[in-house]
Nanobody, 120 residues
């Protein structure tokens, strides 16, 4: 299973960015997809998840500003980030919780990350 993120970059405070994530390869079932982020010198934190039933979860730090959604293509998701703050500066990692076989144990697969810098 391969996971590839795109859409990172630099933006001024108050600006917006949209990240995208695509999963491919031997995927039988996707249980959830989402985003973690890791700021310099800090641990990696889960910030948004979309489940197979389309339910979503957000960390308090991004609730009301970030929106996770399914992309137009199969096995893709987007993260719309509005009203960005300097504290949102981090490397953003997409993950996919998926199984490769029917009834198989799900694993988390990760992308290599995309950097977001929020600075004036």
């Amino acid at each position: 299973v391969q996971v590839v993120e795109s859409g990172g970059g630099s933006v001024q405070p108050g600006g917006a960015l949209t990240l995208s994530c695509a999963a491919s390869g031997s995927i039988r079932t996707i249980f959830a997809m989402g985003w973690h982020r890791q700021a310099p010198g800090k641990q990696r934190d889960l910030i948004a998840t979309i489940f197979s039933n389309d339910n979503t979860n957000y960390a308090e730090s991004v609730k009301g500003r970030f929106t996770i959604s399914r992309g137009d293509a199969k096995n893709t998701i987007n993260l719309r980030m509005d009203n960005l703050k300097p504290d949102d500066t981090a490397v953003y990692y997409c993950y996919v919780e998926a199984s490769e076989y029917a009834g198989g144990v799900p694993f988390d697969y990760w992308g290599e990350g995309t950097r977001v810098i929020v600075s004036s």
